[in-house]
């Protein structure tokens, strides 16, 4: 594999030209092409590494809490100031956007994209408090932090920032030049970032690459290399009354119900039309631009694939404790690729009373129903939309208003794409082989960088999981080896030999 | 009509029969068969009857506001003590609830039951803010007080009081035993009541009436005289993971919804198997046990019966404000008829995700549904319980759990019982003519009154409106011919000519 092409300079005025120049002529005396100086700052220091981790694991940011997540922002453009870089908190409106730049004059330009907010600790049988950091022997995998965020996003995160932080200490400043996305309300689905994307879009064509960190090691030890993300499309239906019935204004006393019909009621019904009894959606088109992104070969129960990884992982954790029964009676390779390949479509909220201390014995004028929809190749959101309206209104539902909230397309990437042999060749030097995932079966707004050519990653190692759940977790040799293997990718990143 | 003969006499210790004598004795030397005194008392101090009642308009105690009700249940407590009577705060876990006694040593006792509690004034189009009190002038009904509570409770509860202090202040005294059931939980199905009526059976049995309070002129200007309540259900229905399904313990990433089923799915088809299209009910045999509550030669639209009185006036306020439509294509007539004779089935709330602060992209654990059922005769509770839970059985929702919250029977009272004959001698005595209704179309739990043989009548005199509604009102003048009627009432309850 040759060493990746520049893909453009930046473009500016006579200042930002001298500076660039200055910064490559630092980045050149530098060297770069070997990691060990760094890998040995990381050993050195990683206790304090841990501690640091264990300092942001205390702050419960909760995507809901804007001050807590106003704290976190500042620490967060701190550090990279502290690296030597500059940043700001921008605020958008929603919970602020960290992005920041450390220039090292370098040829090449490094996108990290990652969030800092976290969901609420669900569930009271956590084994350690969930905001206490708090160490724990896990089988198989050694001591464990355990936190909410230690997994997703904070292990990840911070421990860029201590990879980066071994680069700047311990062999002068980072090969590549980064450029900081950091984010406060993935966890809300990523309201800010096409924004934040949109007023940056200039500075961040001038990146070959972007690289969303994650813990990635399955149970079976091995990396696991997902090719592509589900898309969103966050709908509200709203069912009022109107010229069909219903109260109109307020919600009215219940013993109306007599004489007046329910918006209730009416939401139930049109719910009801759109899932069959075993969650099939009924829309006509859902299933029409649905491709197959799992390899026939693999597709058979007998088979490991693709049963396998962090799917593994997650399969084996609702099977053991949540989950009594999946949805399809089926062997759980083919369980898995349901997972990886399959759209959701998931009733989160139906909100008959908003904000009201007191609903008993009403009846409603509205109703709200959130879905979220998770997308795969080569469904697309507007399409989706069209269906369900049209879907509504064939079953006497025209009244029903569809409010798309968020929207963004599913992602993939080309297994031989270069970055993804960048990723690759951070593995090998690694001791590990990664394995090639069609989709990761979440969702993500990596789309979002494809609109402005920017070819993204998602990769790491170390071992975390239960994002959602009681107890998450990260494995602390694990954000050791994550360290390491994000200074590997740095210098492959920069170019070998460089 | 004969005067009512006692029902019981207080049976107990010799010193409670002593006490009887003597207050017996007390009440002799009263008279009481005229009551021109309270009447003209009624006048001369009406002035500051109205400010006191725009007093209790201004205090905000809602159904679900613990420290505003202890507030207000206080209160209470002290005017009946200073109208001579004692009386406590009962914490049964709910609401508080006023229970008090002023003896007179009269032969006969009259329960007063009413509320204090009130529901948030929805909207924000009120004619007055809902606790000033002020005073507007509305077409047909002459100045009326604007506030939430101002028809339902709090007029004809202070009235009452008032009617019964110009009885102890012009009279020396009330010519009957009053004994004062006051709750602060009505709004919330009256859950305190049933434990109260059992807990002071021995004592409440000693009365031989219970008045439940209401401002009941309609538009024409006749009273209504109600024969009937309708009953109340008030189920949860709860559908939770398990084995058919689901996550089983909390909620969980929605991502998952790709391989684990959804309770709120479940519940929404559950849910929409109960009703049809027009809110028919579809569980097997819950219309069995409706009895026709309204004489045939009533029925026709062209008739006037039963579109009439408050019924008239609440179907008008839903037709001009707040409703486009009425269920049913009927002549109103008919339409009240409906409101009148059927039962209800509303879906009041649907938890997804309780209490949380954030729940989107979650897969819930459990959904909770809040069905108000209002039952009418002969609608048994427990039997529409064991249909719905037949129903949910036969369309394999055997897990959802139906849990009973409130469930008390539909009541009636003969239109030739001597207690309803009482009221109408005291509305003719005001110069009215009640127009006698088979129900009132709302619930109250009057049928526990009928587990203890006390029978009750729903009358007053006054107009007022809009109870759930904005700019709720009742008239002065109402507020006053009100007061009177209770004075005569009392009168007319202790034996005419008395």
Tied chains: 1, 2.
């Excluded at 980072?174 to 406060?184: A, H, T, Y």
Aim: glycine share 10%; net charge negative; with cysteine.
């Amino acid at each position: 594999m040759e060493p990746l092409p520049p893909r453009k300079g930046l473009s500016g005025s006579g200042v930002d030209r001298r500076r660039d120049m200055t910064a490559r002529r630092q980045a050149e005396q530098l060297g770069g092409g070997d990691p060990q100086r760094a890998l040995a700052y990381i050993e050195a220091n990683f206790e304090s590494h841990l501690a640091d981790l264990q300092g942001y694991l205390k702050v419960d940011n909760l995507v809901t809490h804007r001050e807590r997540c106003d704290e976190m922002a500042r620490r967060l453009k701190e550090e990279i100031e502290r690296l030597g870089g500059r940043a700001s908190v921008l605020d958008y409106g929603d919970m602020p956007f960290v992005y920041g730049r450390l220039e090292s004059g370098a040829p090449r330009t490094l996108v990290i994209y990652r969030n800092y907010d976290i969901v609420p600790p669900e569930g009271a049988d956590w084994s350690a408090p969930p905001f206490s950091g708090r160490v724990r022997r896990l089988e198989g995998l050694g001591d464990c932090v355990i936190a909410r965020g230690a997994c997703d996003p904070k292990g990840p995160l911070v421990g860029t920032l201590r990879a980066i932080e071994a680069l700047v200490r311990a062999e002068g400043g980072s090969p590549v030049n980064l450029i900081f996305l950091l984010e406060g309300d993935e966890q809300l689905g990523s309201p800010t970032l096409a924004k934040v994307i949109h007023d940056r879009r200039k500075e961040l064509e001038t990146a070959q690459g972007a690289l969303y960190p994650k813990f990635i090691q399955g149970q079976g030890g091995d990396p696991v290399l997902p090719l592509g993300v589900k898309g969103m499309l966050l709908l509200e239906l709203i069912c009022s009354g109107g010229a069909w019935g219903g109260p109109t204004r307020t919600s009215i006393h219940s013993g109306n119900a007599a004489w007046v019909a329910s918006p209730a009621w009416r939401m139930v019904r049109a719910l009801a039309t759109l899932l069959d009894e075993n969650e099939r959606v009924l829309v006509n088109g859902f299933y029409d631009d649905v491709v197959e992104i799992i390899r026939p070969e693999k597709e058979d129960g007998g088979s490991p694939e693709p049963h396998v990884g962090v799917i593994e992982d997650q399969y084996e954790y609702l099977r053991s404790r949540h989950v009594l029964r999946f949805k399809h009676d089926l062997p759980p390779a083919a369980i898995c690729k349901r997972y990886l390949g399959q759209p959701t479509f998931n009733l989160a909220n139906l909100l008959i009373h908003r904000s009201r201390p007191w609903s008993q014995f009403l009846l409603p004028c509205e109703v709200r129903a959130q879905v979220d929809i998770r997308l795969v190749p080569d469904q697309d959101p507007e399409a989706v939309v069209a269906a369900i309206r049209h879907h509504l209104n064939d079953h006497g539902f025209q009244d029903i208003e569809v409010i798309t909230r968020l929207a963004y397309r599913p992602w993939s990437i080309e297994e031989d794409h270069p970055l993804v042999e960048t990723a690759r060749r951070a593995y090998r030097r690694s001791g590990k082989e990664p394995e090639v995932h069609p989709s990761s079966g979440t969702s993500q707004p990596f789309s979002l960088f494809d609109e402005i050519g920017l070819p993204l990653v998602v990769a790491g190692l170390g071992r975390g999981g239960r994002s959602f759940h009681t107890s998450e977790y990260a494995s602390i040799a694990g954000i050791q080896e994550f360290e390491k293997w994000v200074v590997r990718f740095v210098h492959e990143f920069a170019g070998p030999g460089r």
